[in-house]
């Protein structure tokens, strides 16, 4: 499935780092798209020593939201 239109639900693996699949893991830096009340949400996961969130939603919990990786332009 092709993550990059339909996205696909945020978890943590057995890294503890968000993944859409087992290929597709995001650690800092990674640029994601999350849907928010059914729009799509840019920004990028980072790390703050002790866990992963999406910068500008800290706090939002992650875990099983819809998401997806930006398309490059």
């Known amino acids: 499935m092709d993550n990059s239109k339909t996205g696909k639900p945020l978890y943590?693996?057995?890294?503890?780092r968000f993944a859409l699949?087992?290929?597709?893991e995001l650690t800092s830096g990674s640029p994601?798209?999350?849907k928010i009340c059914?729009?799509?949400?840019k920004t990028h996961i980072?790390?703050?020593?002790?866990?992963?969130?999406?910068?500008?939603?800290r706090g939002?919990?992650?875990d099983g939201l819809e998401a997806r990786i930006p398309e490059r332009g």
């Open 46 to 57: 980072e790390h703050d020593g002790t866990d992963y969130y999406a910068v500008g939603l």
């Open 21 to 24: 699949d087992e290929w597709t």
């Open 38 to 41: 059914g729009s799509w949400v």
């Open 12 to 16: 943590k693996n057995e890294c503890k």
């Open 32 to 34: 994601v798209e999350i």
């Open 60 to 62: 939002l919990k992650l």
